[in-house]
């Protein structure tokens, strides 16, 4: 069967997303419908869908005498953004414990587990894992969200992830170049694992804990970030947050 071709809205607001999270058009920049209509390959129309849509996520903001700005983002902004997921993971891994059928259902969990004690073996990861990790790191998260069995938390969840930096792996893919990368990820698989028995167990409690407390590695690894210029590059929509305000912020 040919695939069916991707609408021109559709093209626009990821072209667009895209233009930011590589960088090549930065934060208060006020984007030109015409300009960014030739060069998406648009018209104008969908262009303007697009742009509303990513208001609507929070990417852009509408300026006073129309149009629209790409936004910037404080310290506290990317961790409140953060701690929401956190919460909703939680959520998602109390509804898990208290909804899974049976062993069946946490195979998808449990193969992600086994796959990811493989990578952060030390005596066996290598480099090119790094990428692999990254992955199963973010079917770990999809699948503890689709195990919740809630349409109404998967969507506050996808509607929470679309900042950039608000990702289960936005923080992940730096880790190669902060300080201490593989430690983290051995306390983050710990914490998979915690996570993964709670489940099995019906043990909504434990399971809502360790989902929140798993997500708060993130900030940690935000913190890192923002000590360090080139670790920053490498983070999706990175040069949108504040680095002055986030910078004092992480010497506290």
Same mark, same amino acid.
């Given at each position: 069967?040919?695939?069916?071709?991707?609408?021109?809205?559709?093209?626009?607001?990821?072209?667009?997303?895209?233009?930011?999270?590589?960088?090549?058009?930065?934060?208060?920049? !006020?984007?030109?419908?015409?300009?960014? =209509? $030739? *060069? &998406?390959?648009?018209? @104008?129309?969908?262009?303007?869908?697009? +742009? /509303?849509?990513?208001?609507?996520?929070?990417?852009?903001?509408?300026?006073?005498?129309?149009?629209?700005?790409?936004?910037?983002?404080?310290?506290?902004?990317?961790?409140?953004?953060?701690?929401? !997921?956190?919460?909703?993971?939680?959520? =998602? $891994? *109390? &509804?898990?414990?208290? @909804?899974?059928?049976?062993?069946?259902? +946490? /195979?998808?969990?449990?193969?992600?587990?086994?796959?990811?004690?493989?990578?952060?073996?030390?005596?066996?990861?290598?480099?090119?894992?790094?990428?692999?990790?990254?992955?199963?790191?973010?079917?770990?998260?999809?699948?503890?969200?689709?195990?919740? *069995?809630?349409?109404?938390?998967?969507?506050?969840?996808?509607?929470? +992830?679309?900042?950039?930096?608000?990702?289960?792996?936005?923080?992940?893919?730096?880790?190669?170049?902060?300080?201490a990368s593989h430690h983290t990820m051995l306390d983050a698989q710990r914490q998979h694992h915690h996570l993964l028995d709670a489940i099995e167990s019906g043990d909504g409690d434990r399971a809502e804990q360790v989902a929140r407390d798993?997500?708060?590695?993130?900030?940690?690894?935000?913190?890192?970030?923002?000590?360090?210029?080139?670790?920053?590059?490498?983070?999706?929509?990175?040069?949108?947050?504040?680095?002055?305000?986030?910078?004092?912020?992480?010497?506290?």
């Amino acid at each position: 069967m040919t695939p069916r071709p991707i609408s021109q809205w559709l093209a626009a607001k990821l072209g667009l997303r895209q233009l930011i999270l590589d960088g090549e058009l930065g934060a208060g920049d !006020r984007l030109s419908e015409l300009r960014l =209509a $030739a *060069r &998406l390959g648009v018209s @104008r129309t969908p262009l303007r869908l697009a +742009l /509303g849509q990513l208001e609507h996520e929070g990417l852009l903001e509408a300026l006073p005498g129309g149009g629209f700005a790409i936004r910037s983002f404080s310290r506290d902004q990317v961790a409140d953004a953060i701690d929401l !997921r956190g919460v909703l993971e939680g959520s =998602a $891994a *109390r &509804l898990a414990a208290e @909804r899974v059928r049976g062993p069946r259902d +946490l /195979g998808e969990l449990v193969s992600c587990v086994a796959q990811l004690d493989r990578i952060v073996d030390p005596d066996r990861a290598e480099v090119e894992d790094f990428e692999f990790y990254v992955e199963l790191n973010e079917r770990f998260h999809t699948e503890l969200v689709a195990l919740s *069995r809630s349409d109404a938390l998967h969507a506050a969840y996808e509607h929470a +992830l679309a900042l950039p930096f608000a990702s289960p792996s936005a923080f992940v893919l730096l880790q190669a170049e902060l300080p201490a990368s593989h430690h983290t990820m051995l306390d983050a698989q710990r914490q998979h694992h915690h996570l993964l028995d709670a489940i099995e167990s019906g043990d909504g409690d434990r399971a809502e804990q360790v989902a929140r407390d798993h997500a708060r590695l993130a900030l940690a690894n935000l913190d890192s970030a923002l000590g360090s210029a080139d670790a920053l590059e490498k983070l999706p929509g990175g040069s949108l947050i504040r680095l002055e305000q986030a910078a004092s912020r992480a010497r506290r």
